[in-house]
């Protein structure tokens, strides 16, 4: 099984700043990595996919990157919308594995 | 809109079984398959599996390899999730997904039905 490492595991940011968040897979999944962002009470909402392509509706401020085993999130601007948890998520491999989340908070 | 919504929240006893059930809409039921997707109270998501509503045919996370089922109806366009033998650890949000053509990335959500495992 492949291991998703995120980090760190609360990021806090203020409003306007950057914010960027980190996945490790435990071996390469290539492209194959989801971003989804999770509010409290809320199903998990897609955010990137095929680690850099932005879901339908996902504002321009959200980008992805990396392949293999080494992943970024970075939220260019923050918005007040955007404090929640985020989680990667491989689709590589069997079973599919979802990292343990980065809370992004207001500092 | 395509949306997938579930039935309402379960209070079992340890030891029982649970099914939950996933209704699509605003697509074709059977052209996406349909993932399950577990939440235990302040963790992480953990995949279960799939069901592709087409032919029916599943595959299992080895953990749940054992205990889950999933089934579909499509006539109701109406995926089903069952869990036997349950412990106070299978307590959780349950979510079904179903993801994007050509990846397993999941843009379409249920709304999650929680389950609440007691003695």
């Known amino acids: 099984e492949i291991v998703m490492t995120q980090s760190p595991a609360t990021l806090s940011v203020s409003p306007g700043e950057r914010a960027t968040l980190s996945c490790r897979a435990s071996?390469?999944?290539?492209?194959?990595l989801a971003w989804y962002q999770q509010k409290p009470g809320q199903a998990p909402r897609l955010l990137m996919y095929?680690?850099?392509i932005r879901a339908t509706g996902i504002p321009a401020r959200f980008s992805g990157s990396g392949s293999g085993t080494e992943f970024t999130l970075t939220i260019s601007i923050l918005q007040s919308e955007d404090f929640a948890v985020y989680y990667c998520?491989?689709?590589?491999?069997?079973?599919?594995?979802f990292g343990q989340g980065t809370k992004v908070e207001i500092k | 809109q395509m949306q997938l919504v579930q039935s309402g929240a379960e209070l079992k006893k340890t030891g029982s079984s649970v099914k939950v059930s996933c209704k699509a809409s605003?697509?074709?039921?059977?052209?996406?398959?349909v993932h399950w997707v577990r939440q235990a109270p302040g963790q992480a998501l953990e995949w279960m599996g799939w069901?592709?509503?087409?032919?029916?045919?599943?595959n299992y996370a080895q953990k749940f390899q054992d205990r889950v089922s999933f089934t579909r109806d499509s006539s109701l366009s109406t995926a089903y999730m069952e869990l036997s033998s349950l412990r106070s650890e299978d307590t959780g949000m349950y979510y079904c997904?179903?993801?994007?053509?050509?990846?397993?990335?999941?843009?379409?959500w249920g709304q999650g039905t929680m389950v609440t495992v007691s003695s």
């Open positions: 997904a179903t993801p994007i053509d050509a990846t397993d990335a999941f843009d379409i």
């Open positions: 605003g697509y074709s039921f059977t052209y996406r398959y």
């Open positions: 069901i592709t509503p087409f032919n029916g045919n599943t």
């Open positions: 071996q390469s999944v290539g492209s194959n």
């Open positions: 095929d680690a850099s």
């Open positions: 998520q491989q689709y590589n491999n069997w079973p599919r594995t």
